[in-house]
């Protein structure tokens, strides 16, 4: 059996699931379209930069929806999958996870963007296994914008993935290959961390890193 880890936005959908929820916020008109905006899109620079400030992202990324209520945010999510994340859901990237699925190899979802919004997401991709960041909930159940536990951000998403193996009783060693999808430098410790790295539409600065160490580089999105 393989272990096939998957970044999600910019690798597995041709968009950021974060960043856009944010825009559907905005659309559905939950938050000021002016200074919402703005602020999403510098937040999404720092990003891809890799200078985001993960605590501070997710207190303003939640802002929009966790005072609702639970049902009426739930269902916002809803109309997002199907209006923007449904067509954003490409034959191609659907093909790479079902392959692995097929196989019989353990397939896993590890994202930087909150449970909130990509617990359907993965499930559109016919993947259980999501590590995604955790959103702390106060004794009543509500969101509070901060995370529970370590964030699947960067060299969390490294420890996130060894303390999920180990609550399975498994290790890196037990597989046959254990393969990482993804798109950003964000993700190099995981990327130099598992056996095979593989660059999915890969950001140039990671390109450079890929050819330079002889990692594999995919491309799910190009059209000819």
């Given at each position: 059996m393989k272990l096939?880890?998957?970044d999600l936005d910019g690798t597995l959908l041709p968009t950021d699931s974060?960043?856009?929820?944010?825009?559907?916020?905005?659309?559905i008109g939950w938050v000021d379209a002016g200074t919402w905006r703005a602020r999403n899109d510098g937040f999404y620079a720092q990003y891809q930069a890799g200078t985001l400030d993960l605590a501070e992202y997710l207190e303003f990324a939640t802002s929009a929806w966790r005072?609702?209520?639970?049902?009426e945010a739930e269902a916002a999510r809803e109309r997002f999958?199907?209006?923007?994340?449904?067509?954003?859901?490409?034959?191609?990237?659907?093909?790479?996870?079902?392959?692995?699925?097929?196989?019989?190899?353990?397939?896993?979802v590890v994202t930087a963007t909150n449970e909130f919004v990509t617990r359907p997401i993965a499930s559109a991709f016919g993947v259980e296994q999501l590590l995604a960041v955790e959103l702390e909930r106060d004794d009543n159940g509500r969101v509070t914008g901060r995370s529970r536990g370590v964030p699947t951000f960067r060299e969390g998403k490294v420890?996130?993935?060894e303390a999920?193996?180990?609550?399975?009783?498994r290790q890196w060693a037990d597989f046959d290959d254990?393969?990482?999808?993804?798109?950003?430098?964000?993700?190099?410790?995981?990327?130099?961390?598992?056996?095979?790295?593989?660059?999915?539409?890969?950001?140039?600065?990671?390109?450079?890193?890929?050819?330079?160490r002889g990692w594999r580089i995919l491309r799910l999105f190009e059209t000819s």
């Open positions: 096939a880890l998957f974060d960043h856009a929820f944010g825009e559907y916020m905005v659309a005072d609702r209520p639970v049902a999958m199907r209006e923007v994340i449904g067509p954003q859901l490409r034959a191609a990237a659907r093909a790479l996870v079902a392959g692995h699925l097929d196989a019989g190899d353990l397939v896993v420890t996130r993935v999920w193996l180990a609550a399975q009783g254990v393969l990482f999808y993804s798109d950003s430098t964000n993700d190099l410790p995981l990327l130099e961390r598992v056996r095979t790295p593989i660059a999915t539409n890969p950001t140039p600065a990671l390109e450079a890193i890929a050819r330079e």
